[in-house]
Protein backbone atom coordinates (compact mmCIF):
# COMPACT_ATOMS: atom_id res chain seq x y z
CA UNK A 1 0.00 0.00 0.00
CA UNK A 2 1.24 3.08 -0.98
CA UNK A 3 -0.39 5.15 1.59
CA UNK A 4 0.37 5.12 5.08
CA UNK A 5 -2.26 7.53 6.14
CA UNK A 6 -6.09 7.08 5.19
CA UNK A 7 -8.84 9.73 6.28
CA UNK A 8 -12.44 8.78 6.02
CA UNK A 9 -15.31 11.16 6.30
CA UNK A 10 -18.79 11.74 5.14
CA UNK A 11 -21.58 12.96 7.19
CA UNK A 12 -22.89 10.59 10.11
CA UNK A 13 -24.83 7.67 9.53
CA UNK A 14 -22.41 6.50 6.92
CA UNK A 15 -20.79 4.11 9.27
CA UNK A 16 -17.13 5.68 8.91
CA UNK A 17 -15.70 4.26 12.09
CA UNK A 18 -17.16 0.89 11.16
CA UNK A 19 -14.97 1.70 7.97
CA UNK A 20 -11.96 2.51 9.96
CA UNK A 21 -11.66 -0.64 12.12
CA UNK A 22 -12.06 -3.13 9.06
CA UNK A 23 -10.02 -1.81 6.51
CA UNK A 24 -7.31 -1.11 9.49
CA UNK A 25 -7.50 -4.77 10.38
CA UNK A 26 -7.47 -5.90 6.62
CA UNK A 27 -4.47 -3.87 6.15
CA UNK A 28 -2.93 -4.64 9.72
CA UNK A 29 -2.93 -1.12 10.37
CA UNK A 30 -3.53 1.25 13.41
CA UNK A 31 -7.39 2.93 14.06
CA UNK A 32 -7.77 6.18 15.10
CA UNK A 33 -11.31 7.53 16.17
CA UNK A 34 -12.98 10.65 16.56
CA UNK A 35 -13.12 11.37 20.20
CA UNK A 36 -16.91 12.18 20.09
CA UNK A 37 -17.66 13.18 24.15
CA UNK A 38 -18.24 16.95 24.18
CA UNK A 39 -20.22 18.24 27.10
CA UNK A 40 -21.73 21.42 24.40
CA UNK A 41 -22.97 18.76 22.79
CA UNK A 42 -26.33 18.51 24.92
CA UNK A 43 -26.69 22.78 24.48
CA UNK A 44 -26.21 22.59 21.18
CA UNK A 45 -29.13 20.19 20.17
CA UNK A 46 -31.12 22.65 22.81
CA UNK A 47 -30.15 25.30 20.78
CA UNK A 48 -28.58 27.59 23.67
CA UNK A 49 -26.94 30.65 22.36
CA UNK A 50 -23.57 30.19 22.21
CA UNK A 51 -23.65 26.88 22.72
CA UNK A 52 -22.76 26.31 18.90
CA UNK A 53 -19.06 28.36 19.12
CA UNK A 54 -18.18 26.23 22.39
CA UNK A 55 -19.17 22.80 20.97
CA UNK A 56 -16.70 23.72 17.54
CA UNK A 57 -13.95 24.78 19.80
CA UNK A 58 -13.75 21.66 22.17
CA UNK A 59 -13.93 19.13 18.85
CA UNK A 60 -11.33 21.73 17.19
CA UNK A 61 -8.74 21.32 19.83
CA UNK A 62 -9.78 17.53 20.90
CA UNK A 63 -8.91 16.71 17.28
CA UNK A 64 -5.97 18.73 17.19
CA UNK A 65 -4.36 17.57 20.46
CA UNK A 66 -5.04 14.09 19.15
CA UNK A 67 -3.62 14.80 16.02
CA UNK A 68 -0.20 15.74 17.55
CA UNK A 69 0.06 13.12 19.79
CA UNK A 70 -0.05 10.92 17.45
CA UNK A 71 2.80 12.99 15.09
CA UNK A 72 4.95 13.26 18.04
CA UNK A 73 4.85 9.29 18.78
CA UNK A 74 5.54 8.77 15.06
CA UNK A 75 2.58 6.34 15.20
CA UNK A 76 2.22 7.40 11.30
CA UNK A 77 5.57 5.34 10.62
CA UNK A 78 2.98 2.23 10.14
CA UNK A 79 -0.26 2.48 7.79
CA UNK A 80 -3.17 4.15 9.95
CA UNK A 81 -6.59 4.63 9.54
CA UNK A 82 -8.54 7.95 10.81
CA UNK A 83 -12.63 8.08 10.73
CA UNK A 84 -12.19 11.69 10.33
CA UNK A 85 -10.50 14.53 8.05
CA UNK A 86 -9.20 17.47 10.44
CA UNK A 87 -10.54 19.86 7.75
CA UNK A 88 -13.94 18.58 8.60
CA UNK A 89 -14.11 21.21 11.61
CA UNK A 90 -14.44 23.70 8.35
CA UNK A 91 -17.76 22.37 7.26
CA UNK A 92 -19.57 21.98 10.55
CA UNK A 93 -18.08 25.64 11.45
CA UNK A 94 -19.45 27.67 8.62
CA UNK A 95 -22.59 25.60 9.00
CA UNK A 96 -23.02 26.21 12.79
CA UNK A 97 -21.39 29.68 13.55
CA UNK A 98 -22.39 33.46 13.14
CA UNK A 99 -20.00 35.87 11.24
CA UNK A 100 -18.17 36.87 14.55
CA UNK A 101 -18.00 33.28 16.08
CA UNK A 102 -16.48 32.32 12.32
CA UNK A 103 -14.18 35.16 12.45
CA UNK A 104 -12.64 33.92 15.42
CA UNK A 105 -12.58 30.12 14.39
CA UNK A 106 -10.92 30.83 11.61
CA UNK A 107 -8.30 32.76 13.24
CA UNK A 108 -7.38 30.07 16.11
CA UNK A 109 -8.13 26.86 13.01
CA UNK A 110 -5.23 28.59 11.22
CA UNK A 111 -2.97 28.21 14.03
CA UNK A 112 -3.74 24.82 14.69
CA UNK A 113 -3.82 23.40 11.19
CA UNK A 114 -0.17 24.44 10.37
CA UNK A 115 0.14 21.12 13.61
CA UNK A 116 -1.74 18.61 11.59
CA UNK A 117 0.08 15.71 9.39
CA UNK A 118 -1.95 15.69 6.04
CA UNK A 119 -3.21 12.50 5.03
CA UNK A 120 -1.87 10.62 2.18
CA UNK A 121 -5.30 9.28 0.79
CA UNK A 122 -9.10 10.63 1.73
CA UNK A 123 -12.43 8.22 0.97
CA UNK A 124 -15.29 10.37 1.22
CA UNK A 125 -18.55 8.42 1.99
CA UNK A 126 -21.36 10.09 0.10
CA UNK A 127 -24.95 9.41 0.33
CA UNK A 128 -28.11 11.40 -1.05
CA UNK A 129 -29.92 12.98 1.53
CA UNK A 130 -33.12 11.21 1.54
CA UNK A 131 -31.26 8.06 2.53
CA UNK A 132 -28.67 10.00 4.67
CA UNK A 133 -32.21 10.95 6.66
CA UNK A 134 -33.67 7.43 6.46
CA UNK A 135 -29.96 6.33 7.89
CA UNK A 136 -30.13 8.78 10.77
CA UNK A 137 -33.57 7.81 11.67
CA UNK A 138 -32.89 4.05 11.94
CA UNK A 139 -30.06 5.15 14.06
CA UNK A 140 -31.88 7.18 16.67
CA UNK A 141 -34.11 4.35 16.53
CA UNK A 142 -31.67 2.06 17.61
CA UNK A 143 -29.36 4.12 19.57
CA UNK A 144 -32.12 5.88 22.12
CA UNK A 145 -29.29 8.47 23.47
CA UNK A 146 -28.29 9.35 19.72
CA UNK A 147 -29.07 12.81 19.19
CA UNK A 148 -31.28 14.15 17.11
CA UNK A 149 -30.35 15.80 13.77
CA UNK A 150 -33.43 17.60 11.79
CA UNK A 151 -34.62 16.99 8.27
CA UNK A 152 -33.47 20.69 7.51
CA UNK A 153 -29.98 20.60 9.31
CA UNK A 154 -29.27 16.91 7.23
CA UNK A 155 -29.67 18.40 4.15
CA UNK A 156 -27.51 21.64 4.96
CA UNK A 157 -24.79 19.45 6.23
CA UNK A 158 -25.03 16.93 3.47
CA UNK A 159 -25.07 19.58 0.66
CA UNK A 160 -21.88 21.50 2.54
CA UNK A 161 -20.18 17.77 2.65
CA UNK A 162 -20.49 17.84 -0.89
CA UNK A 163 -19.65 21.26 -1.96
CA UNK A 164 -16.45 20.45 0.25
CA UNK A 165 -15.64 18.19 -1.06
CA UNK A 166 -15.74 18.96 -5.03
CA UNK A 167 -13.39 21.29 -4.48
CA UNK A 168 -11.21 19.13 -2.61
CA UNK A 169 -7.59 18.57 -4.35
CA UNK A 170 -5.27 18.39 -1.40
CA UNK A 171 -4.95 14.48 -1.82
CA UNK A 172 -6.00 11.53 -3.79
CA UNK A 173 -9.74 11.46 -3.44
CA UNK A 174 -11.47 8.24 -3.06
CA UNK A 175 -15.80 9.33 -3.48
CA UNK A 176 -17.49 6.00 -2.14
CA UNK A 177 -21.50 6.35 -3.24
CA UNK A 178 -22.89 4.49 -1.14
CA UNK A 179 -26.54 4.61 -2.04
CA UNK A 180 -27.17 0.69 -2.70
CA UNK A 181 -24.76 -0.90 -0.35
CA UNK A 182 -24.79 -2.31 3.05
CA UNK A 183 -22.66 -0.31 5.74
CA UNK A 184 -21.52 -2.89 7.82
CA UNK A 185 -18.62 -3.80 5.65
CA UNK A 186 -17.86 -7.07 5.19
CA UNK A 187 -15.16 -9.32 4.31
CA UNK A 188 -16.02 -8.86 0.16
CA UNK A 189 -16.67 -5.18 0.29
CA UNK A 190 -13.69 -4.35 2.23
CA UNK A 191 -11.60 -6.24 -0.25
CA UNK A 192 -13.16 -4.38 -3.37
CA UNK A 193 -12.47 -1.52 -1.25
CA UNK A 194 -8.88 -2.45 -0.78
CA UNK A 195 -8.38 -2.83 -4.47
CA UNK A 196 -10.03 0.23 -5.33
CA UNK A 197 -7.23 1.97 -2.48
CA UNK A 198 -4.30 0.19 -3.87
CA UNK A 199 -5.31 1.56 -7.96
CA UNK A 200 -5.46 5.01 -6.48
CA UNK A 201 -3.26 8.00 -7.93
CA UNK A 202 -3.42 11.71 -8.55
CA UNK A 203 -6.65 13.34 -7.80
CA UNK A 204 -10.29 12.21 -7.63
CA UNK A 205 -12.01 8.73 -8.11
CA UNK A 206 -16.09 8.17 -8.36
CA UNK A 207 -16.54 4.11 -7.06
CA UNK A 208 -19.90 2.89 -6.68
CA UNK A 209 -20.11 -0.50 -4.88
CA UNK A 210 -22.68 -3.01 -5.38
Same mark, same amino acid.
Given at each position: ??????????????????????????????? !???????????????????????????????????????????????????????????????????????????????????????????????????????????????????????????????????????????????? !???????????????????????????????????
Amino acid at each position: MDFRYIAIEGPAGLGKSVLADRLAARLDGAT !VLDETENPFLPDFHGQRPGAAFQAQLFFTLSRHRQQTALRQSDLFSQLTVCDYLFERDKIYAYLNLDDNELFIYQRLYELLAQDIPAPDLVVYLQSPTDLLRKRLHERERAVPDSPHLDDEYVQELNEAYNHFFFHYTATPLLV !VETSHFDLSWGDEATADLERQLRSMGKGTRYYVPR
